[in-house]
């Protein structure tokens, strides 16, 4: 599967916002990837599906991630998503700033 990155700027304290992405698997087909989020305690991230189905026919498919901003910063926040399965993982690294 790519790994999409996802950078998210101007972000104010209590504020929220969603943005989608589109991966694509480039390996083994009928895999289950399951998101786990790895972020600051100052950000709330929601993935939206959780888990992401590839078959032989399905070879792209999209999520939502959406973040609010529990309080102001004045550094960049980094995380990422982790995307696994029982063989593999790949992470999807996210930056949030409110500048």
């Known amino acids: 599967?790519?790994?999409p990155?996802?950078?998210?700027s101007g972000l104010k304290a209590n504020e929220?916002?969603?943005?989608?992405r589109t991966v694509t698997n480039v390996g083994e087909k009928d895999l289950i990837y399951t998101?786990?989020?790895e972020a600051p305690a100052s950000v709330q991230?929601?993935?939206?599906p959780k888990k992401l189905q590839f078959t032989n026919n399905v070879t792209k498919l999209s999520?939502?991630?959406t973040f609010k901003l529990i309080a102001t910063s004045q550094e960049n926040l980094f995380g990422s998503i982790l995307w696994s399965t029982d063989r593999y993982k790949v992470?999807?690294?996210f930056v949030v700033s409110n500048a």
């Open 35 to 37: 998101a786990t989020v």
């Open 5 to 8: 990155s996802i950078a998210v």
């Open 16 to 20: 929220s916002r969603t943005v989608n």
């Open 45 to 48: 991230v929601e993935v939206v």
């Open 63 to 65: 999520f939502q991630v």
């Open 1 to 3: 599967m790519n790994y």
């Open 91 to 93: 992470r999807s690294p």
